[in-house]
């Protein structure tokens, strides 16, 4: 028998003992290390056991002993950006430290560029809804009318995130552009998006093990490319205005939103813009 003691974290509000986290990670990898009739504890917990042992039991210090597949200072890096790269969700987490048992973190690293073809497997004893990465994130997105699903699917074409005016610039249908930030607000809500200040103006932006998800609906909808045109042909717009106050009589004015909005501009769409606008000749 193994014993270790820690702070768990709660699964979700509805399912009561499911715990997660790497203290319960560490927990079963302590109950699996002794054999025979030993009993191991954690160091956490016999220091909270030391002074109420009863008569005759004693606690022997058995040294330092390398728990399999938890941290190490050789894999601490390549674990930290798993991590990192599932956005820090408990459920990601989980269920990829399920898949050290036949990856090592450092060969992890590469698949996580499919999250969720990856991490596609948890207990058979959780709602089917916490059995995969797909799967959770799912159950949100049924919960979802039409309208939302659709606003939810065309924004995954923002990796960096967006501030309102470029979500409604690419996410609205014609006339539609005020629904924007109520729809945009109802995924918050549902924990699909995230939304922060900048300057004083709403920006919101995605997981992007989420975005992945919502990416894949998006061309399962055959609105990928429509949404992708959109979305080169907005920021465009936003880099030429960008352009023109920076070299223009107001040079040296460009907002901090401009700077934010170009860099995601940048870095999602290379290569992606619409040809050149015609230039109006002299003479």
Request: proline share 5%; charged share 30%.
């Amino acid at each position: 028998m193994g014993l270790h003691t820690g702070e768990a974290q709660v699964a979700s509000a509805d399912t009561g003992a499911d715990y997660v986290g790497f203290e319960v990670h560490r927990a079963a990898r302590v109950a699996a290390a002794p054999h025979g009739g030993q009993t191991v504890l954690s160091e956490t917990t016999s220091a909270l056991v030391a002074n109420d042992l009863p008569p005759g039991v004693t606690v022997r210090d058995m040294g330092r002993h390398r728990l399999k597949d938890l941290r190490t200072d050789e894999n601490a890096a390549a674990v930290a950006e798993i991590c990192r790269r599932l956005d820090g969700l408990p459920l990601a987490i989980e269920l990829a430290a399920a898949r050290i048992r036949v990856l090592s973190p450092k060969a992890t690293l590469p698949r996580l560029e499919r999250r969720l073809a990856l991490l596609a497997d948890g207990a058979r004893d959780l709602p089917a809804r916490q059995r995969t990465l797909r799967g959770a994130i799912a159950w949100s997105y049924d919960m979802l009318d039409a309208d939302a699903r659709t606003l939810f699917e065309t924004f995954s074409a923002f990796s960096g995130g967006a501030a309102l005016a470029q979500a409604e610039a690419v996410c609205a249908g014609p006339g539609r552009e005020d629904e924007v930030f109520d729809g945009l607000a109802r995924l918050a809500s549902a924990s699909l998006v995230r939304q922060r200040e900048l300057d004083a103006e709403p920006r919101f932006g995605m997981f992007e093990t989420i975005r992945e998800f919502a990416e894949e609906r998006l061309r399962q909808s055959g609105r990928h490319d429509a949404a992708r045109r959109r979305h080169a042909e907005t920021f465009l717009d936003l880099a030429e205005r960008a352009a023109a106050e920076v070299h223009g009589p107001a040079r040296g004015r460009s907002s901090t939103r401009s700077s934010a909005s170009t860099t995601t501009c940048a870095r999602r769409s290379p290569g992606r813009s619409r040809p050149p606008r015609p230039r109006p000749r002299c003479g």
